[in-house]
């Protein structure tokens, strides 16, 4: 029986951005995973473009339709959880209750058929970005790192979000790894400077990657909730963690690199959804040692 890889999102929708949960939803659809995307909010655009319009999925709203998928007998076949942005603190501890549904539904169900053995959870901890600090409550960045982070089998936060969750000054490369290495799991850290370019680094342990390409004019929303489910995808797909990491980040740059072609001023997911699957450029990792 050839079993289609099912995810499960939770993030936000955005009816007219292709940002958040509708970005990693698009990216993983392209990669044939199938998809379920649990809204946390309802904007009609991203709010850097002004009032977004719509507001948070209510707490009752969130919980049945995690209930919904549930009755369906969804969640004990859900290969990969991806997390993102969330608008309280109630919808955290439903996603971490979920989170503990999907592994133990691996472990208990004997009659599960799944794609993959065990599911992965992805938790990109959306918070905030450099220079604007936290976009969020504080209470509900706290919730996402007290309840998902310490959940996750890959963490993918932004340079200001490393700094967030682990509360360490982050002045260069090695004290980013260091502090990487403190969540004692694999971690994704984007928007890393770098002599003049943009670097994406893997940590795992002993093992540290980085990935730098050139750095672009200003980019459309949404790079990182591409990048992460890029890189899940390729993991899924069996490819390395720098195979995956080679091809997500390259993948990210095209698109950018296609909608200043274009002159989009929102990412084309679909339009150049090929580059996504054939990256206009190659990228090389390289290992980094610190001790």
């Not at 999907?102 to 009659?111: C, D, F, I, Q």
């Not at 089998?153 to 090695?174: C, H, K, M, S, Y």
């Not at 004692?184 to 730098?212: C, F, M, N, Q, W």
């Not at 720098?242 to 679909?270: D, F």
Request: with cysteine.
């Amino acid at each position: 029986m050839f079993l289609m890889p099912m995810a499960l999102i939770l993030s936000s929708h955005v009816a007219a951005s292709p940002v958040g949960g509708g970005a990693s939803q698009r990216v993983l659809n392209g990669a044939k995973i199938d998809t379920m995307l649990v809204p946390t909010v309802l904007y009609g655009r991203h709010p850097g473009w002004g009032e977004p319009g719509g507001g948070a999925v209510e707490q009752d709203h969130f919980e049945g339709v995690l209930s919904g998928i549930a009755d369906q007998g969804l969640l004990d076949i859900a290969d990969l959880v991806l997390t993102g942005y969330f608008a309280d603190v109630g919808q955290v501890f439903d996603t971490a209750a979920v989170i503990d549904v999907v592994r133990k539904g691996r472990r208990v169900n004997k009659g599960v058929i799944a794609h993959a053995r065990e599911p992965m959870i992805v938790v990109d901890p959306i918070m905030g970005d450099a220079p604007g600090g936290l976009y969020i409550d504080p209470a509900i960045a706290a919730a996402i790192k007290d309840q998902l982070v310490s959940r996750a089998d890959l963490v993918t936060p932004n340079l200001f979000e490393l700094g967030q969750i682990t509360g360490r000054p982050l002045t260069d490369l090695a004290s980013i790894v260091r502090a990487a290495r403190v969540l004692e799991r694999p971690v994704l850290v984007s928007s890393l400077p770098r002599h003049g370019k943009i670097g994406v680094l893997y940590v795992d342990g002993a093992d540290a990657l980085l990935v730098t390409h050139d750095r672009l004019p200003k980019a459309p929303n949404g790079t990182g909730d591409v990048l992460a489910a890029a890189f899940a995808a390729r993991l899924m797909a069996g490819d390395s963690a720098c195979e995956a990491l080679e091809h997500a980040v390259a993948a990210t740059v095209s698109l950018v690199m296609r909608a200043h072609e274009w002159g989009a001023t929102e990412l084309p997911l679909v339009a150049a959804s090929d580059v996504l699957v054939t990256p206009l450029l190659a990228l090389q990792a390289e290992a980094v040692q610190f001790a």
